[in-house]
């Protein structure tokens, strides 16, 4: 006869010492592996956001988007002052296609923390693939504005101009972008198309 299996749940102390093995072995690209880890610390500690966050990274890294957002949503719950937690559900329901749950999440993250210019392109990129371009121009000229600094905010503003049908704002948005890092080829690529679809004769 099989003697049963027993499942040792872990205590506090040993779930700290699961979490670090986890983190570990993500870090690796153990995703399964960290899964597994963090599921014994939930096993024990169902309210501990961050074994809830943990096995929805491994989850999302295994493509299963759909159950990483589920933790994540249950992350948020839990814990609604972090605005890490609401922009990771965002990232999560945006990469479903769930554009509107992924605007609101971001939306929430940004009233947690508005000096972050990464949030605010992070809700650009969600409107640009809803096909929302008024919003993704404002949320884009945003992120400039918080960190005019860094140029993919600049060359995201001018792809979406562009796509508005602003063709010289976007090209200064180009510009922009090309000052700021001009080592960076991706400005000057999408200026020099830009410029040869405005030479093209009308058909």
């Known amino acids: 006869m099989k003697a049963p299996t027993l499942t040792i749940v872990p205590g506090p102390r040993e779930a700290e010492a699961l979490l670090a093995s986890a983190l570990v072995h993500y870090e690796r690209g153990d995703a399964a592996g960290a899964e597994a880890l963090f599921r014994r610390v939930l096993s024990a500690l169902p309210d501990h956001v961050l074994a ?21 949503a249950r992350a948020v719950e839990l814990d609604p002052g972090s605005d890490e937690g609401w922009s990771n559900l965002g990232a999560a329901r945006a990469s479903l296609g ?4 992924a605007a609101a999440a971001y939306r929430r993250a940004i009233a947690l923390r508005p000096d972050s210019a990464a949030l605010y392109y992070a809700l650009g990129r969600v409107h640009r693939s809803a096909g929302e371009l008024e919003d993704a121009v404002a949320m884009f000229a945003l992120a400039a504005g918080v960190d ?30 090309i000052l700021l890092a001009p080592d960076r080829p991706e400005a000057a690529v999408a200026l020099g198309a830009l410029y040869r679809h405005l030479r093209k004769p009308d058909r």
């Open 98 to 101: 769930q554009y509107d749950e």
């Open 148 to 177: 005019p600094s860094e140029s993919k905010y600049e060359r995201a503003l001018g792809d979406a101009l562009r796509a508005q049908g602003r063709p010289n704002d976007a090209a200064a948005a180009y510009r922009r972008a």
């Open 52 to 72: 809830i966050r943990g096995p929805a990274a491994a989850l999302f890294r295994r493509d299963r988007k759909a159950e990483a957002a589920a933790l994540l």
